[in-house]
């Protein structure tokens, strides 16, 4: 049984990489700050007494060697008579950054923070003799941050050799702290910055996964989210406006964290060395359309849809995202519905606004 660490165990993706890892039949370790250990342990520990969780509070810096290669101990039976504990050390590293910048942070602490990160937990996977590591990095990172992302609505096919360049002037200049800005830079500049680190670890294995804009329902099991942690769901919550416009129409691909979790876990699995940029992506979709949806499959939320009056044409054909790679490698052959994603993740985010109330 191979034991994988997943950091930041309490985000939006890496819960749901948790259960799929804990479905496939792994030992799963995770990180999470001292601060938010104890609750974890309590409600994540209580519904997952397999998961083992281990504090760091700090991954941008702190030695994390102990949640590498620490006393982690496995309680088995044989014959359920005889008991033996054996140390566990760590096989794989799924690293997997915030899906967005925090609201106060100025675009090159943004940046400085996910490089930071990201190549602290490469050195130190690479120091404890650890090959299999997956990052999950974003569409963004295949495109600049000052606009490129316009090119979403060109027929143009992004790819794994497809990167953003940033003009590093040009995006510290930009003024006020600009949250889209910082995030689309910092993913091409993290993304890149561990490439060039395996660049110099060849007996490593990284593989990254690009999911197109992700959605869907919080993972069970797992602490209740506030309002203003809703990360990309946060967006179909905007469906939710009372007769209020649309929400700003984001490029419309868009792939199920529950996919998300599927990709990550078959990089992890895969016999061969994999060492490529993934890109995944279930289909798209506009508000326009999930709004029409969930008034004919949930009319009970008619009085608090948006209207669909305002809604424009996309401004041009949609590009495409070339997943072939990850249907070849990776088995990622079929993807839930925008439909799907879209019902349950509404229903999630209703059963979540029941603790914003109390």
């Known amino acids: ?32 700050r001292p601060a938010r250990i104890d609750s974890l342990r309590s409600t994540v520990g209580a519904n997952y007494p397999e998961l083992d969780l281990v504090a760091v509070d700090d ?16 309680f088995f039976s044989v014959l359920s008579t005889v008991y033996r504990l054996l140390p566990v050390g760590i096989d794989a590293v799924i690293h997997i950054p915030p899906m967005m910048p925090p609201a106060k942070a100025t675009t090159d602490e943004t940046i400085k923070a996910m490089k930071d990160a990201t190549l602290n937990v490469l050195r130190q996977s690479q120091h404890a ?66 490439w060039d680190f ?15 804009f992700i959605y869907g329902p919080f993972a069970p099991g797992f602490p209740a989210r506030n309002k203003e942690y809703l990360g990309s769901n946060m967006h179909i919550y905007g469906l939710l406006n009372s007769g209020g416009d649309l929400p700003m129409q984001m490029p419309p691909m868009f792939c199920d964290v529950r996919d998300v979790a599927k990709a990550h876990v078959a990089a992890i699995a895969a016999d061969t060395k ?72 509404i229903k999630s985010l209703l059963e979540e606004e029941k603790n914003w109330s109390t």
């Open 1 to 32: 049984m191979q034991t994988v660490l997943v950091t930041g165990v309490n985000g939006f993706v890496a819960s749901h990489v948790v259960l799929e890892l804990l479905r496939k039949g792994y030992s799963v370790r995770g990180t999470a």
């Open 59 to 74: 991954i941008t810096t702190d030695n994390i060697s102990d949640a590498l290669k620490g006393e982690f101990w496995l």
């Open 129 to 194: 003799g650890i090959k299999k590591v997956v990052i999950t990095s974003s569409w963004a990172a295949t495109v600049n941050p000052l606009g490129d992302v316009s090119k979403a609505f060109t027929d143009v096919t992004f790819s794994g050799d497809d990167w953003g360049v940033v003009d590093e002037d040009a995006v510290f200049k930009t003024g006020e702290p600009n949250m889209m800005i910082a995030y689309f830079a910092s993913k091409v500049m993290e993304e890149k910055a561990a």
């Open 198 to 212: 395996i660049a110099k670890h060849p007996e490593m294995d990284l593989s990254t996964i690009i999911p197109a």
């Open 274 to 345: 994999l060492g490529k940029r993934y890109l995944i992506n279930g289909g798209d979709f506009t508000w326009k359309q999930a709004v029409e949806h969930l008034t004919k499959v949930m009319p009970e939320l008619k009085p608090r849809l948006a209207s669909t009056e305002k809604a424009t044409p996309l401004p041009g054909t949609l590009c495409k995202l070339d997943a072939g790679p990850a249907e070849k490698d990776l088995g990622m052959t079929e993807y839930i519905s925008w439909e799907k994603t879209v019902e349950d993740t």
